[in-house]
């Protein structure tokens, strides 16, 4: 089990992507953090507490359940314990950046785009992904990657977070 990210390269990752989208974005005015739940949410909120803590400013943070948007749901009759989505603030005329801990297939993050498209009309919507493992089904690239971990289909990427009651921080690749 190769452990291609640990706690220190998980900051060092975080940091950088903070000062990505502050470049691309020329500043924090106009940018809401997004994270799809549970990873995704953990990701959007380190972000904003980095940026906040650096004194670079203030940005709007949510979580975002994307089950009910998901185009492989396996049955309308069973729904699933899908949370309602209440950001607690507009996403309308702002730039929204959707943030998750993994990008495969890309349906969690046109899944994300469509359950965003329901709770507002923002300006643009930007993909930050910790990992890119390549493997798309449909026509998706992320803005901005931590890393690019080309993986086999038998493989994937274990995410850990202190968040989540997880152990240490960790991104590794497992065999199934």
Same mark, same amino acid.
């Given at each position: 089990?190769?452990?291609?990210?640990?706690?220190?390269?998980?900051?060092?990752? *975080?940091?950088? *992507?903070?000062?990505?989208?502050?470049?691309?974005?020329?500043?924090?005015?106009?940018? %809401?953090?997004?994270?799809?739940?549970?990873?995704?949410?953990?990701? %959007?909120?380190?972000?904003?507490?980095?940026?906040?803590?650096?004194?670079?400013?203030?940005?709007?943070?949510?979580?975002?359940?994307?089950?009910?948007?998901?185009?492989?749901?396996?049955?309308?009759?069973?729904?699933?314990?899908?949370?309602?989505?209440?950001?607690?603030?507009?996403?309308?005329?702002?730039?929204?950046? *959707?943030?998750?801990?993994?990008?495969?297939?890309?349906?969690? %993050?046109?899944?994300?785009?469509?359950?965003?498209?329901?709770?507002?009309?923002?300006?643009?919507?930007?993909?930050?992904?910790?990992?890119?493992?390549?493997?798309?089904?449909?026509?998706?690239?992320?803005?901005?990657?931590?890393?690019?971990?080309?993986? %086999?289909?038998?493989?994937?990427?274990?995410?850990?977070?202190?968040?989540?009651?997880?152990?240490?921080?960790?991104?590794?690749?497992?065999?199934?």
């Amino acid at each position: 089990m190769p452990v291609i990210m640990d706690a220190q390269g998980l900051a060092r990752t *975080l940091r950088r *992507l903070s000062h990505e989208i502050e470049e691309r974005n020329e500043g924090f005015e106009n940018v %809401a953090l997004v994270g799809v739940k549970r990873g995704g949410e953990v990701v %959007a909120r380190r972000l904003a507490a980095l940026i906040s803590g650096s004194g670079r400013g203030e940005v709007p943070c949510a979580g975002l359940d994307i089950t009910m948007a998901r185009d492989d749901l396996v049955s309308a009759f069973i729904l699933p314990d899908a949370e309602r989505n209440e950001p607690g603030f507009s996403l309308d005329n702002k730039t929204v950046v *959707l943030c998750d801990d993994v990008l495969h297939t890309g349906r969690s %993050a046109v899944a994300g785009i469509e359950a965003i498209f329901r709770l507002g009309r923002p300006a643009k919507i930007q993909l930050l992904v910790l990992v890119d493992r390549g493997g798309r089904e449909l026509p998706v690239r992320a803005d901005y990657v931590g890393k690019n971990v080309p993986t %086999a289909r038998e493989e994937y990427i274990e995410v850990r977070f202190t968040e989540l009651g997880q152990g240490a921080d960790s991104l590794t690749v497992i065999r199934r």
